[in-house]
């Protein structure tokens, strides 16, 4: 199975800052990589997937990209509603695999 | 619009066996490159990928739950089912379904871009 490890697994930040989560797999995964928020009432949200293309009403703040193994997802200007849980997934082979998570918090 | 609705048991006891169904609406399942997807949390825990099933029958199966799982579809009725054999406490979780679509764009994408509000399942004597 493909490791998914995501980093950093907490993030306090204030709002307006500028953040980056980084999902880095334990081997090549060619660009299938999605990014999902969770809130603590359980809703799941996705937001990004192959890498960079954002799902249909995600605010443009939200962006993904990847350099080498590295795969991020920056929120640009934090805004009231975007503390939660973070996970990336990766498609490009079964069994699909999910990163442990990133805890944005407000600082 | 695409939505989703788990509907499960809530409770039940160790060894038996867990039904789950997906009642969906905004897409068929007899639809070329449509899916869903089974994605399950343990409470304070991540997200772990079970099974998904697809548009042509076709099913892909977590190896991590051996041969546990069962998926299936009625495709009349807009639902997807989940069944987990032999239940233990490790079982407990919140269950998702989720809308998963199929790309090819040169290379094979899937996307699930719609999840339902997950089930609460407890295994417990």
């Known amino acids: 199975d493909i490791q998914m490890t995501q980093s950093p697994s907490s993030l306090p930040a204030s709002l307006g800052e500028r953040v980056t989560i980084i999902c880095r797999a334990s081997q090549g995964i060619s660009n299938n990589l999605n990014w999902y928020q969770q809130k603590p009432d359980g809703t799941i949200k996705p937001l990004i997937y192959y890498t960079s293309n954002l799902q249909s009403g995600v605010p443009s703040s939200f962006s993904g990209s990847r350099s080498g193994t590295d795969y991020s997802l920056t929120i640009s200007s934090l805004e009231p509603e975007d503390f939660a849980m973070y996970y990336c997934?990766?498609?490009?082979?079964?069994?699909?695999?999910f990163g442990g998570g990133t805890k944005l918090e407000l600082k | 619009q695409v939505t989703l609705k788990e509907s499960g048991p809530g409770i039940l006891q160790p060894s038996h066996t867990l039904s789950l169904t997906c009642s969906f609406s905004?897409?068929?399942?007899?639809?070329?490159?449509?899916?869903v997807s089974w994605i399950r949390q343990p409470s304070g825990k991540g997200l772990e990928w079970l099974a998904s099933i697809w548009w042509n029958g076709n099913t892909y199966n977590n190896p991590s739950l051996k041969s546990r799982l069962t998926v299936s579809k009625d495709t009349s009725n807009n639902q997807a089912f989940l069944k987990v054999t032999s239940v233990d406490t490790a079982d407990t979780a919140t269950y998702y379904c989720a809308h998963t679509r199929l790309y090819n764009i040169g290379t094979t994408v899937y996307v699930m871009d719609a999840w339902g509000q997950g089930a609460s399942v407890t295994v417990s004597s």
């Open positions: 997934q990766q498609d490009a082979s079964f069994p699909w695999t």
């Open positions: 905004g897409f068929s399942l007899s639809t070329y490159g449509m899916g």
